[in-house]
């Protein structure tokens, strides 16, 4: 396999495993196309088109105005995820023609060859659990000023299916720090890190993240990936000290 199959069949496999362990509420078929909308969100992975592969010989002009005339009508502007992996291999160049810009680059990192080096718990782990308590959900969606938003938020962490494990460090009964693991087959995507502004910098996000490595592996795991956005240098730099390396870039291509 060259190095450019290998990376675009892992960003396929990715893909579809981040879309699995952070869910839409609807989702429509178009000819292979998944149409994604989650109302009261302005996350973009649940509101944009994931475009992986191609069906039926679809025409790809009659496949964008579709997906335009599902997100008009939802009062929503139309939006697309663009990875290696979408299909077919022009529709980026297609999108910038019809006036998309892009936003937010972001990189897929994954940690691999977990069998022959375990991931370690630290000296003072955080907590686990399998389901989401007020605490945890306070650190997360805390700083969120948007009521809606933390509902929209708070409505797909209730509707992911699959193994879960929730982290939090709450020295004093009061969460400073969460992270979630959600784990399908052999992968483990990371999501929700956060970390309360008071309490940054002291070490809470990696005794999060190695605790749930370390549990993940347990149940089966032997790839852990998460999504960074480009620009968060800082993030990039965490996750890079933390074993993790750069798998491929994304960006959303967004009519507006």
Same mark, same amino acid.
């Given at each position: ?22 869910p ?8 292979g ?34 997906a ?11 939006r ?53 308590d007020?605490?945890?959900l ?38 400073r ?12 995507g ?9 309490d940054?910098? *002291?070490?809470?996000?990696? +005794?999060? =993240?190695?605790?749930?490595? %370390?549990?993940? /592996?347990?149940l089966?795991?032997?790839?852990? &990936?998460?999504?960074v *956005?480009s620009d968060?240098? +800082?993030? =990039?730099?965490?996750?890079? %000290?933390?074993? /993790? ?6 960006? &959303?291509?967004?009519?507006?």
């Amino acid at each position: 396999m060259t190095g450019l199959s290998a990376r675009l069949d892992k960003a396929t496999v990715l893909d579809e495993m981040a879309a699995t362990a952070w869910p839409a509420l609807e989702t429509e078929n178009l000819n292979g196309w998944r149409l994604r909308h989650t109302p009261d969100s302005l996350i973009r992975r649940c509101n944009s088109v994931l475009c992986n592969r191609v069906e039926n010989n679809a025409v790809l002009a009659d496949m964008i105005d579709r997906a335009e005339k599902f997100y008009r009508a939802r009062h929503i502007a139309p939006r697309f995820q663009i990875s290696p992996a979408s299909q077919p291999g022009d529709l980026d160049r297609e999108l910038e023609k019809r006036g998309y810009i892009t936003e937010a680059p972001s990189m897929v990192m994954t940690t691999e060859g977990l069998a022959s080096n375990p991931p370690k718990t630290s000296p003072d782990p955080a907590t686990t659990s399998p389901v989401m308590d007020e605490g945890w959900l306070d650190c997360y969606l805390g700083e969120v000023p948007d009521q809606q938003q933390r509902q929209g938020r708070e409505n797909i962490l209730r509707s992911i299916q699959g193994e879960k494990i929730f982290a939090k460090i709450n020295p004093d009964n009061k969460t400073r720090a969460s992270g979630l693991a959600v784990i399908n087959q052999t992968f483990c995507g990371i999501f929700c890190m956060h970390t309360l502004q008071p309490d940054r910098s *002291q070490g809470l996000g990696k +005794r999060i =993240l190695k605790r749930l490595m %370390h549990e993940a /592996f347990q149940l089966g795991a032997r790839t852990i &990936y998460l999504q960074v *956005q480009s620009d968060n240098v +800082r993030g =990039l730099e965490f996750y890079r %000290h933390c074993g /993790f390396k750069t798998a491929y870039g994304y960006h &959303y291509r967004t009519l507006e």
